[in-house]
């Protein structure tokens, strides 16, 4: 089992949709969560972080988090053709020391 | 502010070629630094973490090797490439400590291998 996984994609949806991204993840001591941004050729930029069970919207972006069932989700609303790119789901290892990246998931926004 | 800077940007290098890339953070102390490695099209593969001076973690058996000569120092390095090390090389660091550790990336380096 991977330790973070995600589905692949590509995901499409209109312009002004919303966007929704999953991710699980194996190591149940990890207690830091992430997304991250990439456009092709560029390096990830982080977007998000959660650390409790729940929701956390900033702007656009809402991160939900559920220990129990080992499941993180990004939803985008409003989507615009801008976010298109790939979103890379991040765990930290118990004891924080590491992030591991899930193999991220291609969203296209169609204008 | 904190900022960290990668170098080079592109680096065409032959097979059996010695690399060596490096990665300084400013603006903090003793901060965890790592190299990922990114194949096209491909998710990032943790490589190497660090979390002080000359103390080193590998993560994926291969002819990498990283060091880290001074605190906010990171290098990345290998005797002889392979075509199999072509890839987008990224150094990020996070702050210590248990229970958040956002990474943030260098700008990374397009290492073709020929």
């Known amino acids: 089992q991977k330790e973070v996984e995600q589905n692949s994609g590509p995901l499409s949806v209109p312009e002004g949709a919303i966007a929704s991204l999953n991710c699980t993840y194996s190591?149940?001591?990890?207690?830091?969560f992430f997304w991250y941004r990439q456009y092709s050729g560029k390096s990830p930029e982080l977007i998000m972080s959660i650390y409790s069970n729940g929701d956390k919207e900033d702007g656009r972006f809402t991160a939900q988090l559920n220990k129990a069932s080992q499941y993180v989700s990004l939803l985008i609303r409003d989507s615009q053709p801008s976010d298109s790119a790939t979103y890379l789901c991040a765990v930290t290892n118990t004891g924080g020391f590491k992030t591991i990246f899930g193999a991220g998931t291609r969203l296209f926004v169609k204008a | 502010s904190q900022t960290i800077h990668q170098w080079p940007a592109t680096l065409v290098q032959p097979v059996g070629s010695p690399l060596s890339l490096e990665c300084t953070v400013e603006?903090?102390?003793?901060?965890?630094l790592y190299w990922y490695r990114q194949a096209a099209g491909r998710g990032l593969q943790l490589l190497f973490y660090?979390?002080?001076?000359?103390?080193i973690s590998s993560e994926v058996p291969q002819n990498l090797s990283a060091s880290r000569p001074q605190d906010r120092q990171f290098i990345l390095s290998s005797k002889k490439l392979l075509l199999s090390d072509s890839g987008f090389y990224l150094c990020?660091?996070?702050?210590?400590?248990?229970?958040?550790?956002?990474?943030?990336f260098g700008q990374g380096t397009r290492l073709t291998v020929v």
């Open positions: 990020a660091w996070s702050v210590p400590g248990q229970g958040w550790a956002e990474a943030f």
């Open positions: 603006g903090t102390s003793n901060p965890n």
């Open positions: 660090s979390v002080g001076i000359g103390q």
């Open positions: 190591d149940r001591g990890s207690q830091s």
